[in-house]
């Protein structure tokens, strides 16, 4: 199965429109590419509708929320299309502003996939949260004892937003309101890059876009892939003797070079 939603990505090479922050926009359009879609990024209200009609799904990062009206209309109109929106809710629970502004897109549009750390959809799903930045509190960190508890809680926002709801980390969570899967593939230098959520992110739309018949394992496909080629990048990277600029250049080497056959082997867990 997943073999086939990465030949997608391939063959198809969805137009991924991505509005996101300028410290990762540089990224996130290197990540898609190398998996296989096109990236567009365009951000201006006076164009998104126009511009997002040409693609196959929509990527929507909070650390651009400076962009939040022109996220709502581009959201609109891919709900209009019935194309992917993928959301990406940066640093939510640090702000009221951030609060604010991911309940006023999620009041006004349908989101496919919402993916973000254990703090961010802990804020998103109860209210609160112990966000550092935009990274995740190290008291939410995912671990073995409290996978079962957060999947539920990934499981509870899926059914309150039918949304798919991956939560990166440690260990990675895929959920819906039926299905939670634990993936344990990454390695701890994807912490150290600036992005790597963010190009995860984009990275789904890329999947989605290709697999709108499919969101869920599309996403866990995805998740899947990033984490194969964070492993396969920290290796490479240790057998030099390099660091984490070369790590940063390595994933997107192995992100485009990953193959159908390589992804079959992400290691999953049935959660629910």
Excluded: W
Aim: hydrophobic letters at 45%.
């Amino acid at each position: 199965m997943f073999s086939s939603l990465l030949q997608n990505v391939k063959e198809r090479a969805p137009i991924v429109h991505t509005i996101t922050n300028f410290v990762t926009v540089n990224d996130c359009a290197n990540i898609i590419l190398a998996a296989g879609g096109s990236p567009t990024m365009a951000q201006d209200i006076r164009e998104v509708e126009e511009i997002t009609r040409m693609c196959q799904s929509l990527v929507l990062n909070m650390g651009a929320i400076g962009c939040l009206e022109a996220m709502v209309k581009a959201a609109q109109e891919n709900n209009r299309l019935g194309h992917p929106v993928v959301l990406d809710p940066v640093a939510a629970g640090a702000s009221a502003l951030r609060n604010n502004a991911v309940k006023t897109l999620l009041q006004n549009a349908h989101v496919s996939v919402i993916r973000g750390n254990v703090s961010e959809i802990k804020a998103l799903a109860l209210g609160t949260s112990s966000v550092k930045g935009v990274d995740a509190s190290y008291e939410d960190l995912l671990s073995a004892q409290n996978l079962s508890k957060t999947a539920r809680l990934a499981q509870a926002l899926s059914a309150r937003t039918q949304a798919v709801v991956a939560i990166s980390g440690p260990v990675d969570i895929v959920a819906d309101a039926q299905n939670a899967y634990a993936i344990h593939n990454g390695h701890p230098m994807m912490a150290r890059i600036t992005g790597s959520g963010c190009m995860l992110t984009a990275l789904i739309g890329a999947f989605v876009g290709a697999n709108p018949q499919d969101l869920f394992h599309a996403t866990l496909a995805a998740v899947g892939a990033m984490g194969l080629c964070g492993e396969l990048a920290a290796q490479k990277v240790q057998q030099e003797g390099s660091g984490t600029g070369s790590f940063r250049t390595y994933l997107l080497d192995y992100m485009s070079t990953l193959t159908p056959q390589q992804l079959g082997g992400i290691q999953i867990e049935t959660l629910a």
